[in-house]
């Protein structure tokens, strides 16, 4: 995010964008001349194309993120029929895409588009380390087991499994850090 002060009729007002764009600022500016007086106008070239490009794509992550969270609890409703696990599982998703966004945004000084399209890849890791381990569970709960030892025990076989593969899924994104093109950076801050 950035933050910068605009100067309107006489008015600073500070303006917080994503990607601290500039091109958004000028518009706002004109708007803000134009609307008074009751004239439309907009501006046209590379700049601008790319803020409304940019706007566009943002729009459409905020809307693809929850849609994808829902599809993945309705797939994983397959597995699991309590909701109260599922809403466990959401939540935890929901917690590791703002944490991630957040860490992102603190070691690179910035969100990208890219970097915010990590949150749907989120759901779907997230999802497949929640399979192996509620197939554990009900593996030990099929057995006879109650919930207080069942759990441990996925936890303790199934877990290092899980955690192995993360940290495999996270050296892998780490390594894409390494390109020189700024989205596979981005990407791979995320991912890591």
Same mark, same amino acid.
């Given at each position: ?11 600073t ?31 046209a ?19 693809l993120?929850p ?23 959401? $939540?935890? @998703?929901?917690v590791?895409?703002?944490?991630? %966004?957040?860490?992102?945004?603190? =070691? /690179? *000084? ?10 749907i890849?989120v759901?779907?890791?997230g ?13 030990e709960?099929?057995?006879?087991s ?19 593969g ?6 892998? $994104?780490? @390594? ?6 700024? %989205?596979?950076?981005?990407?791979? =801050? /995320? *991912?890591?």
């Amino acid at each position: 995010m950035g933050a910068r002060s605009l100067n309107i009729n006489g008015h600073t007002e500070a303006i917080v964008l994503f990607g601290a764009n500039d091109f958004l600022h000028i518009d706002a500016a004109t708007q803000e001349v134009l609307v008074p007086l009751g004239v439309e106008g907009s501006y046209a070239g590379v700049g601008a194309a790319g803020a409304q490009d940019q706007t566009h794509v943002l729009e459409t992550i905020g809307n693809l993120t929850p849609l994808s969270l829902l599809a993945v609890l309705l797939i994983l409703r397959l597995v699991e029929r309590r909701i109260t696990r599922l809403a466990l599982v959401g $939540f935890t @998703m929901v917690v590791a895409l703002g944490a991630t %966004a957040g860490a992102v945004g603190l =070691l /690179s *000084g910035k969100l990208t588009a890219v970097s915010l399209f990590f949150g749907i890849m989120v759901f779907g890791l997230g999802i497949d380390f929640a399979l192996h381990i509620i197939q554990r569970v009900k593996e030990e709960l099929s057995g006879g087991s109650p919930l207080a030892e069942a759990l441990p025990e996925a936890l303790a076989t199934t877990g290092v499994g899980v955690i192995a593969g993360a940290v495999t899924t996270a050296g892998a $994104f780490a @390594m894409m850090m390494l390109s020189p093109e700024p %989205a596979a950076n981005h990407l791979g =801050l /995320s *991912g890591a």
